[in-house]
């Protein structure tokens, strides 16, 4: 889980609950969540979920797998995530 500085590119404090809670489903689960699973924790609808996952994987905090399901990688040092609320 190398790469981005969070000084280089700061995130909002909404995706840094994104990137936590993807950072420790895949640790609990052993798989990246679905944006069903990301839909359900946070209460949004699905266009929310997925704009929000397009947005991360431009500002350069996740990475996908093209036509790859659960393959979400959080890019960000797990260090400098915030505590899931």
Wanted: glycine share 4%; hydrophobic share 35%; net charge positive.
């Amino acid at each position: 889980m190398a790469g981005v500085s969070p000084s280089a590119k700061p995130f909002t404090p909404k995706q840094g609950q994104y990137l936590a809670f993807i950072h420790l489903y895949t640790r609990l689960h052993r798989r990246a969540p679905a944006e069903t699973d990301m839909q359900e924790y946070f209460r949004v609808s699905p266009p929310s979920v997925h704009q929000m996952v397009l947005t991360l994987e431009r500002a350069g905090f996740i990475r996908r797998q093209p036509r790859t399901p659960r393959s979400i990688e959080v890019l960000v040092d797990p260090k400098h995530l915030p505590e899931l609320i």
